[in-house]
């Protein structure tokens, strides 16, 4: 049972370009929404999170939003550059601290 | 680069073989979760360790086992090796009262022969 669906699976824009990551989830239990950048080799680190709260936050050029009726939100990167070029995942965690990840977002910007 | 650090960073191993991973947390945090991440997906939760105990388990089998030292350090065990466990590895340190900004070590990549 996929707890968090994500899409698109990949995604490929220019440079300056807005890509945009969804995700929706079903348990409503869930209450801290975390987005993990990942180059190939590294683990993931942590970019961006957001609780059910708050309908928006911005750290820098990432923005997400959350749609808490719908059980979705969202990764917006503004004025990408090749250097955002990696995995995406989104994650959802409940009370037991423990994250349930979608299956991640191979973005490519190019130059 | 975050404060966690896991070894080794790839390793080859034999079908029914076992095999022992390390993992130091950051400072300042007590609270340890190990992930699998197979090729082209997201991570899996296996479990999680505080003070020293099992916090918490995913659709994983006996045969993947942990333990957590005093320290927070944490190692992650798998017996009875099979194909399929081939993957990368992560560990994951965050600060229980807070149950979250869970931080990543760079990982482990285990591959089985």
């Known amino acids: 049972q996929q707890q968090v669906k994500q899409s698109p699976q990949s995604l490929i824009v220019q440079k300056g370009g807005i890509p945009i990551i969804n995700c929706a989830y079903e348990?409503?239990?869930?209450?801290?929404f975390p987005w993990y950048q990942q180059f190939p080799g590294k683990g993931p680190a942590l970019l961006i999170a957001i609780r059910p709260d708050v309908s928006e936050k911005k750290e820098g050029r990432f923005t997400i939003s959350f749609n808490k009726s719908a059980k979705q939100f969202s990764l917006h990167i503004m004025d990408s550059q090749p250097g955002d070029s990696a995995t995406y995942f989104c994650?959802?965690?409940?009370?037991?601290?423990?994250?349930?990840f979608g299956k991640g977002t191979l973005l490519t910007v190019n130059p | 680069e975050t404060g966690v650090t896991q070894s080794p960073t790839h390793l080859i191993k034999t079908r029914g073989q076992q095999v022992t991973l390390r993992c130091s947390s950051q400072s300042g945090h007590n609270t340890v979760s190990w992930y699998q991440q197979a090729l082209g997906q997201g991570p899996q939760f296996i479990f999680q360790y505080y003070r020293e105990e099992e916090n918490g388990r995913g659709n994983f089998p006996p045969r993947f086992s942990g333990l957590q030292f005093p320290n927070y350090s944490s190692e992650l065990n798998v017996n009875a090796l099979e194909l399929d466990d081939s993957a990368l590895y992560l560990c994951?340190?965050?600060?229980?009262?807070?149950?979250?900004?869970?931080?990543f070590g760079q990982g482990t990549r285990l591959t089985v022969v």
């Open positions: 994951a340190s965050s600060f229980w009262d807070r149950g979250t900004e869970a931080f």
């Open positions: 994650a959802a965690e409940g009370s037991n601290y423990k994250l349930t």
């Open positions: 348990n409503t239990a869930f209450d801290y």
